[in-house]
Each structure stands twice: as C-alpha cells, then as structure tokens.
C-alpha cells in the first residue's frame, strides 16, 4: 500500500474512504465515473465506456464533455487529501486510468483472498481455506455497485454476485469438510430457501445433514429440489446430486468422512457467524428510512447499549429487503457476528418456532453442549451467550412481539433488526419504520431496472400503466417485471392490457416465487373464522373508504345477529395489524379506512364461486 489512505469499494455502494471516514460522492453520475473506473482499475477506460457507465442507452449530447468534468471535480477531492503528487486518477488516451495500490480495492481483496483459499483447499487444508473464504466474504457490504443502474453495471453486478455465491459455497464445502454443524445446516437451510436452482447449495445441505444423523430430512431436500427443477425450468437434477442421493439412500460410509477436529487449545475456537442473505440487486425508494435505522444500529455499538428494529408493513411492501440492505450497510460495526432467522409467520414454506430458532443462534455462537427445550432457559442461555459481544439478529417475518421478546439483550453493543406485517408497538423499539407504497419515481427505478431503459423509455404509458395496477408494491412491480423479462417480444402495452383485467391481475402479477397473491394469502390465514368473513365482505364493497360506523352497518346484515360496535371495532382493527386493511384519517363519520386494489381483488376471488 502506498502512503494515501485512500480506499476504494465496489462490493456495495461505490465507496470512497480516507483513512476511517467514508466521503460523500456528490451525485450517482460521479458514482458511476468513479465505480468504472475502479471494475478496470490501472487500465485505460474509454470515455465512451464512461458514458455508458453514467448514462446507459441514451446519452446527453454533451455526455463526454460532461465525463471530463466529473472527472475533474473528483480529481479535485481526491487531491485534496493525499499528500502532493500524481492524481489518482490519470489521462491515458482514449480515457483514464484509476491507479490502485495493491490491497486498496476492495474487489482485488475479495479475489487475492479467494485464490488463497482455493490454494488451501488444493493442499487439503480446509480449515485454513474456509477462514480465507469467509475473510474473502466479509469484504461485501450489499450488492455490488448498489445504486448503479446501467446495463454496464447490472451486467458486473450480475457477474460479482455469482462470484461471490460460489466462494460462499467454496466456504461451506470447507467447513463440511471440518465436520457438519447445527449452525452450518441453518445456515445452508437459509441459503437454499434463497437459491432454490442451484445445486450446490443444496448438495451441501443434503450431506451436512446425512452427517448430523438426519438422513430423512437430507432425502426431503433432494425432493424439494427434483420439483423445484423439474416445475421451474422442466429438467432433472444433475447426475452429481443424483449420485449424492444414492450414497444417502444406501448409508454410503464415505459421506460421513471429515477433517479430525485439531484439539490445541482447551477451549474451541468459534469463528464470528455471517448468515446474512444478500440483499436484493435492485432496491428502489426508502432512503429517509435507511438513513433512520442505519442510525438506529450504530448507535449500538456507538453507544454501548443494546438496539431493537422494527420494520412493518403489508406483504409484498419491501420489508426483507430494506432490512437486509440496512443490516449489510452496518455489518462491520458487529464483528461478532450477524445471525438470521426467517420466522415465516405469514410467509411460504414452514414456520420457524421460537424455540428452534434460540437453538440455531446459540450453535451459530458455538454452543456445543446439549440445549434445553424451555424457550425460557433457551433466552436466558443466549443473554449469557452475548455477553462482551457485538451481534447483529435479524429476525424476518415475526407473527408478534411475543416472538421477538426471547432474542432481546441487555448486553451492549446487540442488536436485533425485525420485520413483520403487524407494527409491534409492545416492543419498546429503539427505530421504526413502517413501509408504505414506493413513490412513482421510486417504483418506475425498480421496473426499469429489471426490464431495462429502453423499454420502459419506448412505452412511457404502457410503463405507468403497469405501475398504477401495482399500486406502489415492490413484489408487484418486481413481479410484472420478472414477466416482462421472460417474455422478450412482449411490449409493454401487452401486459398493461392484462392487468386492466381485475379477473387476471393477479394471475399477472406471479413468477416464481414473486406471487402477490400468495403473500396475501399469508395474512389471511391468520385470520379467526369472524375476520374472515368481516374480510371477504369488506373486499366486495368496491368503495375506496369506509368508516367505522359503515362496517358496524355490514356486520348488521350478518345472521345471526347484529354484533355491538365493541366487537366490530376489533374485527377491523386486527385486519389493520394484519395489513389488510388500511387505517386512514378521521371524518367526520369517525375513524376511516381503506383497502388497496390488489387486496380486494384476492378478497373477492375467495369469495365468489370459481367458474364451473
């Protein structure tokens, strides 16, 4: 390293530091010079590289007079604080050049550490491999070159993060090697659920639990897999995890082979757990919000006490993906350890109890002996397991505070990072952040992003008419999307016209597992027997409000008897805690409320018979 200080990232948001202090870039386009520069960095990169960088499909007349400009402002900062001498950044026809020392780049960091780690996995050395392999991972604070747009930028993106995927698999393969452990399972559960298509993943999971004596759950997940597969894109597994799964099925003696344990000191060494899912590619809108509870967070470790976030909102609002872009933003600040659980309370697959998920943190810190079955001694176990340290929980998708309340410390430095349709307002949280619809501006980002600028450009209408039948909802939006990119001769106009329809939308709006209905669907089984019939009539009105009196007034018509205020009351206001209902201003008529397009649309087709 030479004597500047300065430090560059592309692992996350383009990143500019001088020693310990991150600088301000003044705008996205001086991200995006200085973020081209950095992915050639000591190469020459064209000026019209850089447009296309900055700009994307469609450039200002004056794009490259514009380039030399932002190149001079950021030259101007980064001479302002090294000592005199060559600029970092130099002209080289046909372009510039960014130098960077050797080790100054977090990229070139994240590739020397990885090749280190091949190397010692080439000489059998797993434990050392998995150690480079996690150091190589912990240069990652969120998507790379988060915030950039551009084709040139989704593309590196695209191609960092399936580098980055297989040196986290090259890492688990090497831990298994060691010897599988609850928390390796957990966290392989996590990454599976997260990646359903890749096979990898799911072969590490099927062996790491062969060799914790679980071999039914290991068989269960090759099934999972043949039908992920076999639904999503019509093949079967590949002939090594079909092998896998023979040697699982026969108690092949070899699949419980590992590493012996190295015994040199009397206490195991527990390294600090990552378990933290990527956050999304694209995340549009919430930046008063991230700001707030990025905040929130430091303040734990700033301030030595103890944080609790709670993020809510209705389903398909965002809520996972602000919580793990705000949670990788801060990684660095709990060196512990950053720990996940997805509770699933009203999302797919199976829930998560409260006293599994104490079981899976207390292994990920290393605990070795046998737990207790009492969520009581379970949280009393994991207090005393956090004590001196700095750790990060999140917890996705809780039901109630009641789930929440057993992760809760008072060790400083701890935090814990909640999501949950429901606002949680027992809970006594340090930051909230209740999510309403993304702003038009925000949600059209999000669908170009996916669908690219020259689509949404060519069909400005048809675009804003794709966004207006999504309401703001990001899963929507990502949704009509994903449709849009797997059909690459539809124009836009196309699935505008099918979302007009009310008895298709919904249909429209589902790729994969980016299902508005499904999500919905979570918050509805939830609901008692009264809730639900209070929902399905609600969804029928077709009026865009409703005032307290007015649902007292529905409820009337009910048999088998008209139900006193009191009760109506509650029924409406556990749809508002489960989202889906809206709870607006007072009118004059008393306290209003409203239920968006979308959600009717789904109260209204489990209400009407299906069509014979």
């Not at 593309?155 to 599988?180: H, K, M, S, T």
């Not at 429901?422 to 669908?447: E, I, K, N, V, Y």
């Not at 077709?542 to 009910?558: C, D, F, N, Q, Y």
């Amino acid at each position: 390293m030479d004597g500047t200080a300065l430090r560059f990232g592309v692992l996350g948001p383009v990143e500019l530091r001088f020693h310990d202090r991150s600088l301000a870039l003044t705008s996205i386009k001086q991200q995006a010079l200085l973020g081209a520069g950095l992915l050639n960095a000591n190469m020459v990169v064209s000026a019209g590289r850089l447009v296309d960088a900055i700009w994307g499909e469609q450039p200002p007349a004056s794009a490259t007079g514009l380039v030399q400009t932002y190149v001079s402002a950021l030259r101007r900062l980064m001479s302002s604080l090294t000592a005199p001498g060559p600029s970092p950044i130099l002209t080289r026809a046909p372009g510039y050049v960014v130098r960077v020392p050797d080790g100054d780049l977090d990229l070139h960091a994240f590739e020397q550490l990885s090749a280190s780690g091949e190397q010692a996995a080439a000489n059998g050395d797993h434990r050392r491999a998995a150690a480079l392999f996690r150091e190589a991972l912990g240069h990652w604070r969120g998507p790379a070159f988060d915030g950039l747009g551009t084709p040139l930028f989704r593309a590196a993106a695209a191609r960092l993060d399936e580098a980055r995927l297989a040196v986290l698999e090259r890492r688990i393969d090497a831990e298994a090697q060691v010897g599988a452990t609850g928390g390796l399972v957990a966290e392989l559960t996590e990454l599976v659920a997260a990646h359903p298509l890749r096979e990898g993943l799911r072969a590490l999971l099927m062996r790491s639990l062969y060799q914790l004596g679980r071999q039914g759950e290991a068989l269960q997940v090759f099934q999972e897999g043949y039908l992920v597969l076999s639904e999503e894109l019509g093949v079967e597994p590949g002939p090594q995890l079909q092998a896998l799964h023979r040697k699982i099925l026969h108690a092949d003696p070899l699949l419980m082979a590992a590493e012996p344990a190295v015994t040199v000191s009397p206490a195991p060494v527990v390294e600090s757990p990552r378990q933290l899912p990527p956050p999304p590619l694209l995340f549009a809108g919430r930046a008063e919000e991230t700001t707030r509870l990025e905040a929130a967070l430091r303040a734990a470790h700033d301030n030595d006490g103890p944080a609790v976030v709670v993020v809510s909102g209705p389903a398909g609002i965002g809520k996972s993906a602000l919580a793990l872009t705000v949670a990788g933003s801060v990684q660095h600040h709990f060196p512990d350890g950053q720990l996940f659980i997805a509770v699933r309370a009203s999302g797919p697959g199976p829930r998560t109890p409260v006293p599994g998920a104490l079981a899976m943190l207390l292994r990920s810190l290393g605990a070795t002996s046998t737990l207790p079955r009492d969520v009581d001694e379970l949280a009393a176990m994991l207090r005393t397991t956090l004590a001196g340290r700095r750790v990060l929980i999140v917890l996705d998708d809780v039901g109630g505070a009641a789930e929440v309340r057993p992760f809760l410390s008072a060790q400083p430095g701890t935090a814990v990072l909640v999501t949950s349709r429901p606002r949680l307002p027992s809970l006594d949280a340090t930051a909230t952040a209740h999510l309403g619809p993304l702003a038009p501006a925000a949600a059209l980002h999000l669908l170009t992003g996916t669908v690219g600028v020259a689509r949404t450009a060519a069909e400005p209408v048809a675009a804003g008419t794709i966004l207006h039948a999504c309401e703001g909802l990001p899963l929507a939006v990502r949704a009509a999307g994903a449709r849009l990119t797997g059909r690459p001769r539809w124009r836009l106009a196309d699935l505008a016209d099918r979302l007009r329809d009310d008895r298709r939308r919904l249909d429209e709006l589902a790729t994969g597992d980016l299902d508005v209905r499904a999500r919905i669907h979570g918050s509805y089984r939830r609901l008692t027997d009264a809730e639900a019939h209070l929902f399905r009539r609600l969804s029928r009105l077709g009026t865009a409000e409703i005032s307290a009196p007015a649902v007292t007034r529905l409820l009337a018509t009910s048999p088998p008897a008209a139900p006193p205020p009191s009760l109506a009351e509650r029924l409406t206001e556990r749809l508002v805690d489960l989202q889906l209902l809206e709870q607006l201003d007072v009118g004059p008529d008393g306290q209003r409320y409203r239920m968006t397009d979308l959600t009717a649309l789904f109260g209204r087709e489990i209400t009407e018979p299906a069509p014979s």
